[in-house]
């Protein structure tokens, strides 16, 4: 979260200024989130390859985008009047950031592929009732976060750009206009 010194004594002359300070301030609050946004969608992107060539990033990198649900989750939402907020909605999109375990309760079929891999298979596939089962385990998913380093690579942006749209509405506020 991105906060700046001073900013209940800020906002209480904000709102005293009027609706239009209110929503100039507010653009550029929302302008912050979205750049956060797009600086995690793009961090999902870059050096990423969907389909049969997909490759899992390294642990404690964003992960590399496969099939974009996680990317497309990503959304900048305006909180009226002052605040904004970047959240992530795809159903794995915090065990991507934060890692985790996952308890897996087994009885996945699977072969050995000749190259020495498992391949997992489908209840669905005919091949399913022949093969063997995987045993309750665990999965342990290491964090690979995207939106913690798109808020810092933009922090000290965000907090200068709040900071100027703040003192030009109180310069306008003490100008007389709005």
């Known amino acids: 979260m991105v906060k700046t010194t001073g900013s209940g004594s800020y906002l209480r002359r904000i709102r005293q200024g009027g609706a239009e300070i209110v929503k100039r301030v507010g653009a550029v609050v929302f ?46 939402l305006r909180l009226p009047p002052l605040r904004a907020q970047v959240i992530a909605d795809a159903p794995y999109a915090a065990i991507q950031e934060y890692g985790g375990i996952i308890n897996h ?15 997992f298979v489908g209840n669905d596939d005919p091949r399913a009732a022949s093969l063997p089962r995987t045993r309750p385990h665990e999965i342990v998913l290491p964090a690979r976060p995207y939106l913690r380093p798109a808020l810092e ?20 506020m003490k100008n007389g206009a709005g």
């Not at 050995?112 to 391949?119: H, Q, S």
């Open 153 to 172: 690579k933009n922090r000290d942006q965000i907090n200068s750009d709040i900071t100027k749209a703040v003192n030009s509405a109180m310069k306008a």
């Open 105 to 119: 309760p087994g009885g996945t079929a699977y072969f050995i592929g000749e190259d020495g891999m498992a391949t």
């Open 31 to 76: 302008g912050a989130a979205d750049d956060v946004r797009s600086d995690a969608q793009i961090s999902l992107t870059t050096g990423a390859t969907s389909g049969a060539n997909h490759t899992p990033s390294a642990p404690g990198t964003p992960p590399n985008q496969d099939s974009g649900t996680l990317g497309n989750s990503i959304q900048a």
